[in-house]
């Protein structure tokens, strides 16, 4: 799944508060005596997936029918529903920073209790917990993630003898020796302004560990360069990274757009692609014999210090005080069941949260199976950065300018905007 979107639809509000309404009306308990379940879901890909999981469930459950709602605009959808005290039984979100906001809030279940918990990888829930829970809870638990790294072609890499870097340096010969033997490193992108993100986010987690962001918040409107900390004293070795990455793009890379790099790389046009899981499977659509890999951005000097950047692409959760909450955690177990959630993860190009499971053979899922096993991932740093703040247009102009120096003053600039007028929590 691509990054979300970092703005608004308002012409959409109106068609949200009639499928808010719908939702909201939809959960009852018939006196047959099966209970039904509302299931918010907002993976449009996922819709046929969660149909097989829920015949399934249900054929095993038959005093529970369980009622998928898969809506667009979930995020907004959520919130229109939590206000009307309307929570759907059993809700799926991309655990992003608006998330991480609503858990804070305390309006999800508390899952610390749960056996299920224990079943998932901790590095998992680290994600969802630097995100937001309520203090002391667990108010989510991490389903599928994806991965933030570098795709190459496994093929073109063996060609030229040559393998997935583990520092630095590594990576930067890798690009020089690839330009020595004729062979494009990267197709840039830059026509969509995100397409910058994903490279930003996997260097720009390195300079940002451990208690970074709740010291960025603590700072707030004193965010800058004489700060604690802030993104011009912290974050200028990254940007010079990702600038020299951008060095050995093809010509031409301002104009091309997403769909144009994925087809180049498909067609072997060039050796890699700064972007993540997401666009294995677009990909595969153009060349379906395409052997590509990932590896985490390498910012480091010392291989097992390298950090490969996951989203938890899917966390289930459920409302705090909902009416059929057993049921609804009958179905949630359901879900975390490892033939379940392997069969599921595997259709969605994803790694599954819940330990010791099967991952899928596909070389790009692979590829990053160690960095989950080992707990070597951390989250995405543009879910801890504000929506208001125009975090990809800020980056795709510095990319265009090379001025590291004023996009971070940019960058500190907007934060102290936000902090201004928000209580400094994880998202706006």
């Known amino acids: 799944m691509k990054p979300t979107a970092r703005y608004g639809r308002p012409a959409a509000v109106l068609a949200l508060v009639a499928v808010a309404a719908a939702i909201g009306g939809c959960a009852a308990n018939p006196s047959n005596g099966v209970t039904t379940l509302n299931f918010f879901q907002f993976k449009g890909e996922a819709l046929e997936d969660f149909n097989e999981i829920i015949a399934d469930f249900e054929a095993e459950n038959p005093d529970i029918k369980v009622v998928q709602n898969q809506v667009a605009d979930a995020d907004t959808l959520i919130r229109a529903l939590l206000v009307k005290d309307k929570a759907p039984d059993v809700i799926t979100l991309n655990a992003n920073g608006g998330f991480g906001k609503l858990a804070q809030a305390g309006v999800f279940y508390d899952f610390s209790d749960e056996p299920v918990l224990q079943t998932i990888n901790p590095a998992v829930q680290e994600i969802l917990a630097d995100l937001g829970n309520k203090e002391g809870e667990v108010n ?221 053979d596909d070389p790009s899922l692979q590829s990053i199976k160690p960095f989950f096993d080992a707990g070597m991932i951390t989250g995405f740093i543009d879910h801890q950065i504000p929506p208001s703040i125009p975090l990809a247009a800020i980056d795709q102009q510095f990319l265009f300018t090379g001025d590291a120096e004023a996009a971070l003053a940019t960058l500190d600039s907007e934060w102290r905007k936000v902090a201004a007028r928000t209580i400094p929590v994880t998202g706006e």
């Open 140 to 360: 989510s638990l991490g389903y599928v993630n994806n991965a933030n790294g570098v795709i190459y072609n496994m093929d073109i890499f063996e060609e030229q003898g040559l393998e997935a870097p583990e520092t630095w340096d590594e990576f930067i010969e890798v690009c020089d020796a690839l330009q020595d033997a004729g062979i494009t490193p990267f197709y840039g992108t830059l026509a969509d302004s995100w397409t910058g993100l994903p490279s930003f986010n996997a260097l720009g987690a390195y300079p940002s560990q451990g208690d970074f962001w709740d010291q960025m918040r603590a700072e707030g409107e004193n965010v800058g360069p004489d700060s604690e900390v802030s993104f011009s004293k912290d974050f200028a070795e990254a940007m010079d990274q990702q600038y020299q990455l951008y060095g050995y793009m093809q010509d031409g890379y301002r104009g091309k757009t997403y769909d144009d790099g994925n087809a180049a790389f498909a067609n072997g046009e060039v050796a890699m692609l700064l972007q993540g899981i997401w666009a294995v499977n677009p990909v595969k659509a153009v060349n379906p014999d395409i052997r590509a890999g990932i590896f985490p951005y390498p910012a480091t000097d010392d291989p097992d210090d390298r950090l490969l950047v996951s989203g938890v692409d899917v966390t289930v959760t459920m409302g705090k005080n909902g009416p059929h909450q057993e049921e609804a955690l009958r179905f949630i177990n359901y879900l975390f069941e490892p033939d379940v959630i392997e069969e599921f993860a595997a259709s969605q190009n994803m790694v599954p949260s819940v330990k010791g499971t099967q991952i899928s």
